[in-house]
C-alpha cells in the first residue's frame, strides 16, 4: 500500500482542514486506517484512527468533538476533517495503514502500522 496526504496548509486559529489520503494497492479496505502528528521537537503521537470497516473510530483526547476520521474505501481514501483548530495542533500529519484483514481493529501505536505516507504539513496561526 502506497499512502499519499494531502490537504494540509496554514489555517488561523478557530478554522478547520479537512486532509486526504489516497491509497493505492488493493487491500486499503482490508487496512485499519490511522492519523498521527509530530510536532517540532516532539514525539510523534496518534491522533485518530478507524478500522478497515469504519467501525471504532478512535482519537487522542486533545481532538475529540473537533476531528473526524472518516473513509471511503471505494475511493481508497481517509480523511481527517479539522475543525476549531488550535495553535498547538500545528504538526506534520501523516497517514498510516495497518494490515487487519478482517477484524475490527483500531491500532494507536504506530509501532503497528505497515504503511506510511510522506506527511502533510498543518500550521495553524493563532
Known amino acids: 500500500v502506497q499512502l499519499q496526504a494531502s490537504g494540509g496548509g496554514l489555517v488561523q486559529a478557530g478554522g478547520s482542514l479537512t486532509l486526504s489520503c489516497a491509497a493505492s494497492?488493493?487491500?486499503?479496505?482490508?487496512?485499519?486506517m490511522g492519523w498521527f502528528r509530530q510536532a517540532p521537537g516532539k514525539e510523534r503521537e496518534f491522533v485518530a484512527a478507524?478500522?478497515?470497516?469504519?467501525?471504532?473510530?478512535r482519537y487522542i483526547e486533545s481532538v475529540k468533538g473537533r476531528f473526524t476520521i472518516s473513509r471511503d474505501n471505494a475511493k481508497n481514501t481517509v480523511y481527517l476533517q479539522m475543525n476549531s483548530l488550535k495553535p498547538e495542533d500545528t504538526a506534520v500529519y501523516y497517514c498510516?495503514?495497518?494490515?487487519?484483514?478482517?477484524?475490527?481493529?483500531?491500532?494507536?501505536?504506530?509501532?503497528?502500522?505497515?504503511?506510511w505516507g510522506q506527511g502533510t504539513l498543518v500550521t495553524v496561526s493563532s
Open positions: 478507524m478500522s478497515w470497516s469504519g467501525r471504532n473510530p
Open positions: 498510516a495503514a495497518l494490515y487487519t484483514g478482517n477484524r475490527y481493529y483500531t491500532g494507536v501505536d504506530g509501532n503497528e502500522y505497515d504503511y
Open positions: 494497492g488493493r487491500t486499503f479496505s482490508m487496512c485499519a
